[in-house]
C-alpha cells in the first residue's frame, strides 16, 4: 500500500507544462501541500522514452525524485483514438511540434481521422515517487468523442475538439473548475488522492 503525503510537505510536480502544473496545483490545494514545479528548481526535463503512459509517468517522477530528493507527482497523459490506432497517445506532445503549437498536433488528428469513427479518451497516469524509488501509479480515463472546428480557448492541448460523453461542450469550453471534475487527470487524481492523502 502506497505511503501518504502530509500536510505541510514539499512535492515536486515533475512538469513543464504552465497548464498541467496550474491543474495538479489546483487539486492539490486542498491537502494543504506545497506543490513546487519542476521548471521552479530548475530541473530538466527528462527524455521520455518509455512504451507506456505508466512507462512515462514513473520514468519523469523518479527523475524529478532522485534530483530534487523531494517526494515527486508526475502525470503522463494524452489523447488515444482507437480509429487511429491508438494515436496520439503517448506521443501527444510530440505532434504538436518543438513549439508545443497543438493547432498543429489537433489539425493533423482531423486530417488523419478523416470519415472515421471519432471515439477517442483522454487517458491520464499519475506517479507519485519517493526519494527511496518507492512509486505507485494511479490511472484515469476520461471516454467522449472529437469534433472540428476547435471550440473554446479554455485548457489547453487537445481539450478544443475533444467532447466528454454526456456533454456538448469540449474541454476547452469549460469552466476549469468544472472540467477538473470530470477529466481524466481528475479521475486518476480521485484514486491518488484515496490511497495516499
Excluded at 110 to 120: I, N, V, Y
Aim: glycine share 10%; hydrophobic share 45%; proline share 8%.
Amino acid at each position: 500500500m502506497p505511503r501518504h503525503v502530509m500536510p505541510g510537505e514539499r512535492l515536486v510536480i515533475a512538469s513543464h507544462n504552465p497548464g498541467k502544473i496550474e491543474e495538479i496545483e489546483t487539486l492539490l490545494a486542498r491537502y494543504g501541500v506545497a506543490a513546487i514545479g519542476a521548471a521552479a528548481l530548475g530541473l530538466p526535463e527528462p527524455e521520455e522514452t518509455g512504451a507506456s503512459f505508466e512507462e512515462n509517468a514513473a520514468l519523469k517522477a523518479r527523475a524529478a525524485t532522485q534530483a530534487s530528493g523531494l517526494p515527486a507527482l508526475a502525470d503522463d497523459s494524452g489523447l488515444v483514438v482507437p480509429a487511429l490506432a491508438g494515436a496520439p497517445g503517448i506521443y501527444s506532445a510530440r505532434w504538436a511540434g518543438p513549439s508545443r503549437d497543438f493547432r498543429v498536433a489537433m489539425e493533423r488528428v482531423q486530417r488523419e481521422l478523416g470519415d472515421k469513427d471519432r471515439r477517442a479518451q483522454f487517458v491520464a497516469v499519475l506517479a507519485l515517487a519517493w526519494p527511496d524509488g518507492e512509486v505507485a501509479l494511479f490511472r484515469g480515463a476520461a471516454h467522449g468523442h472529437l469534433t472540428w472546428p476547435p471550440r473554446g480557448e479554455r485548457g489547453f492541448g487537445y481539450d478544443p475538439i475533444f467532447v466528454p460523453d454526456g456533454y456538448r461542450m469540449t474541454f476547452g469550453e469549460m469552466e476549469p473548475a468544472y472540467k477538473h471534475q470530470i477529466s481524466h487527470r481528475a479521475r486518476a487524481f480521485a484514486k491518488l488522492v484515496e490511497a495516499c492523502f
